[in-house]
């Protein structure tokens, strides 16, 4: 009776804790990552920051990875992982468009500032 | 690939991070882990099975050979000079932490990687410890000129492993606090990392000084005593200098016995929790204390350190507290010996825990970062661009080799098959503690919640994602 007890408590203790990571868990996927799929995203650079924050960008594999950076900066943007690295320079433009072939998380930073502007995110 | 010709100073040592396992792979880890446990406590055995090693000597020259003279002084001299290209790449080669072949070198080659060597073929980081074969040359010089061994200060026992789990607190602090730099994985610089290699070797050199080479590898040197945690869990053991096989995972079982030993395994398991929670589960609070101390004037850096010190102490204070309370638990079991003696007689079932920890923490990382250390690092240790030794040195990672499903399937099979281990030993532990069948079962209700709690935050951690 006694052991029962016991068994039975460490049991809903269990599924009280799996339950309960199981919500929290819930509510993390669905935020953080935004639409891409409406044209090209832009991120846009003043005094060598993304106005907004860190971009977040996901994609499947085997997607096309499109996103184009405004800066009134010079620098030079790297995707690292896939390590893609193109000049911008300070008013100019630069658009990116590479396959989605390695799955993971990767940052692209201004190189020189060291200022991540976009978090990519590749699902399988 | 080429070689970028500009490498600056905030570049992190990992270009990838692992993405979070999908929600359906989380709730199947629980689910296996839940149901596996419930297995576990009602196919139990009643004869403790692990306490007795078993352990029979290999009889071949070879295998004696591997722990003979030559082959120590062999590998000592490797430790040294690996050591030695470590500490003069760090200070001498580029500041880019991802080109230099210190970080790689020290953070996830013998960091990482001694863990699975030991697991598999024993204690080999031994042989291979740079400040033990310094120290055991400086003690055969000594003894060959004043003709008599050195003479040293008998080690305090209570101290035991104490100076380990401090020293592996501070490593880890080392590379996750101080060199924070938006939570990568090494964020520290390759200068300070040789400083502090140097400062640790002057420490652990002077430390066998006093007590002994041997007796301070023994429980007082970090590294000796981590990677020798992990040893335990194998089948190769070493006894009176002779290689032997033994069951596995039977060693734990005689390990904790030293005073802070505990410490040493929460210690590890803690700070992998806390290195994979920096950029998940913790990165808010994180980032509000930082914000708290910035707008009290302190400087970013030291805002940040402090803010990522206080979590780490929050992560030793939780797995430390979770443990105690299992111990707690099973003290009131009628028949239980004193909570002294619980708290070091179950510590040795954390092991494989800490271990699974590891793997499923490090193992993309470590597959990946290997290719840079066998390719460029090699070649080019110094990050100059002026050396291609082996001819490698515009080799590269390829990301490719693992997939995000293969990296999933491994994180959540290691902490799995890490908690059914860690339940075994501590199943095992019981039935010899407690005389009694049914109570020593009965104690185990709170070893398997411990269990169950480490390995589901363990799988909580890996589902957060890191944004």
């Given at each position: ?5 016991a068994?039975?408590?460490?049991g ?5 804790i ?21 044209g090209?995203?832009t ?13 977040q ?12 950076v405004?800066s009134?900066?010079s620098?030079e ?6 390590d ?13 468009d ?9 940052e ?5 500032r ?5 978090e ?5 | 690939?080429s070689?970028?010709?500009?490498l ?19 709730a199947?880890?629980?689910?296996i882990?839940?149901i ?9 055995w ?27 002084a062999?590998?000592g001299?490797?430790g ?11 200070l ?5 932490p991802?080109?230099n ?11 990482l ?10 204690d ?6 740079p ?21 040293h ?23 996750v606090v101080?060199?924070a ?35 301070w590898?023994?429980?007082g ?8 945690m ?7 053991g ?8 033994r069951?596995?995972?039977s060693?734990t ?37 930082f914000d708290?101390?910035a ?10 350190r ?44 954390l ?6 920890y ?9 597959v990946f970062?290997?290719?840079?250390q066998?390719?460029?690092?090699l070649s ?9 030794l ?6 590269g ?8 499903n ?17 339940l ?14 049914r ?29």
């Amino acid at each position: 009776m006694n052991s029962n007890f016991a068994r039975a408590l460490v049991g809903v203790a269990a599924i009280v804790i799996a339950a309960v990571l199981l919500v929290v868990l819930k509510d993390d996927g669905g935020g953080g990552t935004e639409a891409t799929t409406k044209g090209v995203p832009t991120i846009v650079v003043q005094n060598g920051k993304p106005v907004g924050g860190i971009r977040q960008l996901a994609y499947e594999k085997g997607d096309q990875i499109r996103f184009k950076v405004e800066s009134d900066v010079s620098d030079e943007v790297h995707v690292h992982g896939y390590d893609v690295m193109k000049d911008v320079k300070a008013g100019g433009s630069v658009s990116f468009d590479f396959p989605a072939t390695i799955e993971g998380v990767f940052e692209a930073e201004l190189e020189d500032r060291g200022e991540q502007i976009v978090e990519l995110t590749v699902n399988p | 690939m080429s070689l970028p010709s500009f490498l600056p100073l905030a570049h992190a040592l990992v270009a990838r991070k692992d993405l979070p396992i999908p929600i359906w792979l989380f709730a199947w880890g629980a689910s296996i882990v839940l149901i596996v446990s419930f297995f576990a406590l009602s196919a139990s055995w009643r004869e403790p099975r692990f306490e007795d090693e078993r352990w029979r000597p290999l009889g071949g020259g070879l295998w004696r050979a591997l722990t003979g003279r030559v082959a120590q002084a062999i590998c000592g001299l490797i430790g040294v000079f690996l050591l030695a290209l470590s500490v003069y790449a760090g200070l001498h080669g580029t500041e880019a932490p991802d080109r230099n072949f210190a970080l790689t070198f020290i953070f996830v080659t013998v960091w990482l990687g001694f863990p699975v060597f030991s697991v598999l073929f024993g204690d080999v980081f031994r042989p291979f410890n740079p400040w033990r074969a310094i120290g055991r040359l400086t003690g055969a010089a000594f003894a060959a000129v004043a003709g008599q061994r050195p003479v040293h200060l008998s080690y305090p026992e209570r101290l035991g492993r104490w100076p380990a789990a401090a020293g592996l607190v501070a490593f880890v602090w080392l590379e996750v606090v101080y060199g924070a730099n938006g939570g990568v994985a090494v964020g520290l610089s390759p200068h300070p990392a040789a400083v502090a290699a140097l400062v640790y070797s002057a420490y652990t050199l002077a430390m066998m000084a006093l007590f002994g080479t041997e007796r301070w590898c023994q429980t007082g040197e970090t590294f000796s005593v981590y990677f020798g945690m992990f040893s335990q869990l194998g089948s190769f053991g070493v006894r009176d200098g002779r290689l032997g096989l033994r069951r596995p995972f039977s060693a734990t079982t005689s390990w904790a016995s030293v005073p802070g030993s505990a410490a040493v395994v929460i210690a590890s398991i803690a700070t992998t929790s806390f290195d994979g929670a920096q950029e998940g589960a913790l990165k808010g609070a994180i980032r509000s204390s930082f914000d708290w101390f910035a707008d009290r004037g302190l400087a970013l850096t030291t805002s940040l350190r402090l803010a990522d010190t206080i979590f780490l102490a929050v992560c030793l204070a939780g797995v430390a507290l979770v443990y105690l309370a299992g111990v707690r638990g099973m003290a009131s079991v009628p028949g239980a010996p004193s909570r002294a003696r619980l708290r070091v007689a179950f510590a040795h079932t954390l092991i494989p825990i800490a271990f699974a920890y590891l793997l499923a923490h490090y193992f993309s990382l470590f597959v990946f970062q290997e290719q840079a250390q066998f390719t460029y690092l090699l070649s080019d240790p110094l990050g100059t661009a002026t050396t291609d030794l082996f001819g490698t040195a515009s080799g590269g990672i390829d990301f490719q080799v693992l997939s995000a499903n293969a990296i999933w399937y491994v994180q959540v099979g290691a902490l799995v098959i890490g908690h059914v281990l860690g339940l075994v030993l501590a199943h095992d532990r019981a039935t010899s503690l407690w005389g009694d069948y049914r109570q020593a079962a009965r104690s185990q209700y709170w070893m398997l919640a411990v269990m169950v709690a480490f390995t589901c935050f363990g799988l909580y951690l890996l589902s957060v994602a890191n944004g």
